[in-house]
């Protein structure tokens, strides 16, 4: 299983795509810091739709604390727009950590430049600065089972 960990998140129908994706997929979200909006928001919920029973949902209001907690564990991946490896060339494995930033700002330099190794990107051309924190992080949670569960990885 794969955990997906969005730090301090902003926007909830963001939140809510990615909690749809979480249901869809087996993984594990992880909702790290102070939130952008109350768990209990009707946009969150109205993006997630009827799959929220479905969602493995961590909350984690101390993201000093998921900070420490992730440091010791090998296999964590911070995705950035200034990231130095491109997310196909990262060797995902079950029990991972992707873990993404707030919509505006991305995650923190200091954990950027801490863990240099492990910061990873998504190619993108012209003028856009970023892609949507929810298509970013369904990009990657797919390379990411294409890897660990192999191309046909959905019993259906």
């Not at 997630?48 to 992730?70: C, I, M, N, T």
């Not at 196909?88 to 930033?101: E, K, P, V």
């Not at 190794?117 to 051309?125: G, L, N, Q, T």
């Not at 970013?136 to 797919?142: E, I, N, T």
Request: proline share 6%; charged share 20%; aromatic share 10%.
């Amino acid at each position: 299983m794969l955990h997906i960990a969005l730090i301090e998140p902003q926007i909830p129908p963001n939140t809510g795509n990615i909690a749809r994706l979480c249901a869809a997929t087996g993984c594990t979200l992880h909702l790290v810091g102070r939130l952008g909006f109350r768990i209990t928001d009707r946009t969150l919920k109205r993006a997630g739709l009827d799959y929220w029973p479905h969602v493995q949902l961590v909350r984690q209001p101390d993201a000093k604390k998921f900070w420490e907690s992730v440091s010791g564990y090998n296999n964590f991946y911070l995705f950035s727009t200034r990231g130095r490896r491109v997310y196909t060339r990262a060797q995902y494995h079950d029990g991972d950590y992707l873990i993404f930033g707030q919509e505006t700002s991305g995650l923190p330099a200091e954990i950027l430049n801490k863990y240099p190794e492990r910061s990873i990107f998504i190619p993108m051309e012209g003028p856009v600065r970023s892609l949507n924190l929810s298509t970013a992080v369904g990009v990657v949670v797919f390379e990411a089972l294409r890897q660990t569960r192999g191309e046909g990885w959905t019993d259906r």
